[in-house]
């Protein structure tokens, strides 16, 4: 069941997981996606479907009581929100407070084991580097409770959890406080911020709709002739289609090349790369009968496509073993 006080408390604030988009460091959210949220004109991702996003909701409670038997804690799930005292516009859910010491908060997270190796770093089952937009949730977390230390306790897949306790950081909360009490008085002043045009393409895309229903439609036709700013990003959009055009043939014409000296070779080792060939025998016609008699389904003619990875020597693995 949808609580809706919940919903209405984290569209009125900022977020501990949103922070991070106001240091340009949320791989989720942008600055300029998380103010026209806030501000009304974008309607927020869909996350009631994600399963990823299920299953932390479902495990954390589980990783809790783990965390509890490895580290002796006794984490407990608040079932709170928790505003600011000072700062307006600010909050964060807790995942879970220790029953003993209300100064000592935990974040759980579920990580996908190639993520928490590509992104993580540990000593141990002691995390020694998180990502800054964890980091910065953990901080934020602690400014709204007034905890001195935020427990980030992760589970790597199913190959165990660890810990890494964050300690208050005055300095690091200040500016915490600082970017979101700016942010607001920019929605408050209509002070778009600029999009980042690497990342907001389905962002800008978002507003406009919601400008093209709220206005009643859109406008037929403007000259901007002499607009540097348009001109610039047609030509650079003009530029980088011929440049994926030309790195699409050439790719091509490569995958042919290999494929001719492949010949029928499943693998081939060249330096520190390896070639793998993988065949597809492809779909024959199908004639539907005798409803249907000379209506043919469309076949798929057999193709090949070319994977090239790093070069890893099975034979000293055997030998390991």
């Known amino acids: 069941m ?17 922070v991070a988009a106001l240091f340009d460091a949320n791989p989720y959210t942008s600055r300029y996606k998380l103010w026209h949220i806030k501000k009304g004109t974008m309607v927020p991702d869909d996350l009631s479907g994600n399963e990823r996003v299920e299953a932390g909701n479902r495990y954390e409670a589980a990783i809790i009581e783990w965390a509890n038997d490895k580290y002796g804690t006794d984490f407990r799930q608040p079932l709170i929100y928790v505003e600011h005292p000072t700062v307006k516009g600010m909050g964060c859910t807790p995942d879970a407070i220790a029953a003993s010491n209300p100064k000592a908060l935990a974040q759980i997270k579920c990580v996908d084991p190639v993520v928490f190796g590509r992104d ?7 995390i020694t580097s998180a990502p800054p937009h964890i980091v910065l949730q953990c901080h934020a977390e602690m400014a709204c409770t007034g905890a001195e230390e935020n427990n980030l306790i992760v589970a790597v897949g199913l190959s165990g959890i660890r810990r890494m306790v964050i300690h208050k950081d005055p300095d690091i909360e200040a500016a915490i406080c600082s970017e979101v009490d700016i942010f607001w008085r920019s929605i408050e002043t209509n002070d778009e911020p600029s999009p980042d045009y690497k990342v907001d393409r389905q962002a800008v895309g ?9 206005e009643g439609g859109s406008i037929d036709e403007a000259d901007f002739t002499g607009n540097n700013l348009l001109s610039d990003a047609i030509d650079r959009y003009k530029r980088a289609s011929d440049t994926a055009k030309e790195a699409d043939a050439a790719k091509e014409a490569a995958s042919c090349e290999i494929l001719k000296i492949m010949g029928v070779l499943k693998k081939a080792k060249c330096g520190d790369q390896q070639v793998s060939v993988v065949d597809n025998g492809g779909v024959p016609e199908k004639v539907i009968t005798p409803e249907m008699v000379g209506n043919v389904i469309a076949g798929r003619k057999p193709f090949s496509f070319i994977k090239i990875t790093e070069y890893k020597d099975q034979t000293s693995k055997k030998k390991g073993n």
């Open 206 to 214: 978002s507003v406009r709709f919601n400008r093209l229903k709220s």
């Open 120 to 126: 993580w770093e540990c000593d141990g089952d002691t």
């Open 2 to 18: 949808k609580n809706t006080l919940w919903y209405e408390l984290r569209e009125r604030n900022v977020g501990a997981s949103e």
